[in-house]
């Protein structure tokens, strides 16, 4: 409703992030923090008496952590969550769990120079709570996870790879689809915006996940089939050929779209040094990075597939790619990896004709 601020609901244990955040978000005309609490405990009473459009939330704090409280609030009350979490490998774990529960999207605390980092966030801040707020998060129940069913192996073509991107609600969306892939699909590389640090986590943890092999990309390695390789936080990810190879590329270069890695240059290179040979994904997420390198993979000769909006966690890239006509299909969630092994399936049986 135009003209509505979101009303948000801060919650964590530093009385200075919590004044932070309340400075930040009430800079914005568009946003108001509506209450804040120093546990989840405070917070269940206040969520009662608000009735916030979004949650930020932190991970760890006393009395009960972040976790069991967004376990609980999204089996009974579910609502847009923003976790704010810190910068260590025992967080960035946690952090990813979060995601599996249903927290829309996160936030990294800076390590050091609280107040100034902070307020260098003030615009993703606000971002990420517009984004939030226009998700559809849905209700988990105690102990699901949405597993989905493995797929038979068919014979592929070596030649096949698939290049996907992904924002906002992209780590549980990638989850979906890599882990009913057989071990021997198509090779996969994989942008999804996601700070350094947090990248290896989330390869191991859908590594354990999945019959494929996930891994940070390493800049240099051959790209190989029933590999996926995930771009690493703060570096860009290209594929080149080397001979009668694809090898990843990884550069410093700036951001691209506001992002690195960014979904538009791995799709550029994928069109320039792959064309027809590749299926192009673009998942979830906010903003429209990924939409200009899509539809070039899609006039270079590559299917190019778009998430739908009833699946979508946030539906920004896949809406801007298919009002500009990058998409050449617009699909479910759960037939992304069906619909890749066919298309995958297709190219190998063309090939063996």
């Known amino acids: 409703m135009a003209g509505k ?6 919650v964590d ?12 978000i009430n800079s914005h005309d568009d946003m108001e923090v509506v209450a804040v609490a120093p546990d989840p405990l405070v917070a269940r009473d206040l969520i009662k008496r608000h009735d916030p459009d979004v949650l930020t939330l932190d991970v760890e704090m006393p009395r009960m952590d972040g976790l069991d409280f967004l376990e609980r609030l999204m089996r009974l009350r579910p609502m847009p969550v923003l976790m704010v979490s810190s910068l260590t490998q025992a967080g960035s774990e946690v952090t990813l769990r979060a995601l599996e529960l249903g927290a829309v999207d996160f936030l990294q605390k800076p390590a050091l120079g609280i107040r100034s980092g902070m307020i260098e966030y003030s615009e993703l801040i606000a971002e990420k709570i517009r984004a939030a707020a226009r998700s559809r998060p849905r209700r988990i129940q105690a102990g699901e996870r949405d597993a989905p069913k493995p797929l038979k192996a068919v014979m592929v073509s070596s030649e096949k790879l698939v290049i996907l991107g992904a924002s906002t609600g992209g780590p549980e969306a990638i989850r979906q689809v890599l882990e009913p892939l057989p071990a021997n699909c198509p090779a996969i590389l994989i942008a999804q915006h996601m700070p350094g640090g947090f990248t290896h986590s989330f390869a191991l943890r859908l590594d354990k996940l999945c019959r494929i092999t996930v891994k940070e990309a390493e800049d240099g390695e051959r790209v190989l089939p029933g590999h996926a390789y995930i771009a690493p936080g703060d570096r860009h990810l290209n594929l080149v050929r080397s001979g009668a190879n694809y090898v990843v590329r990884l550069n410093d270069g700036p951001p691209v779209n506001r992002h690195r890695p960014s979904v538009d240059v791995l799709f550029h290179s994928a069109a320039a040094q792959a064309g027809r040979n590749a299926i192009g994904i673009l998942l979830t997420g906010m903003g429209k990075d990924g939409a200009a390198g899509l539809l070039t993979m899609r006039r270079a000769g590559a299917v190019t597939l778009a998430q739908d909006e009833e699946t979508s966690l946030v539906f920004g890239m896949p809406r801007e790619a298919i009002a500009i006509e990058g998409a050449t299909e617009v699909v479910a969630l759960d037939q992304v990896a069906p619909r890749l092994m066919a298309l995958a399936a297709a190219s190998g049986r063309a090939q063996r004709v």
Do not use: P
């Not at 601020?5 to 801060?10: F, G, H, P």
């Open 5 to 10: 601020k979101i009303r948000v609901l801060c």
């Open 13 to 24: 244990d530093s009385a200075l992030i919590r004044d932070l955040m309340s400075e930040i």
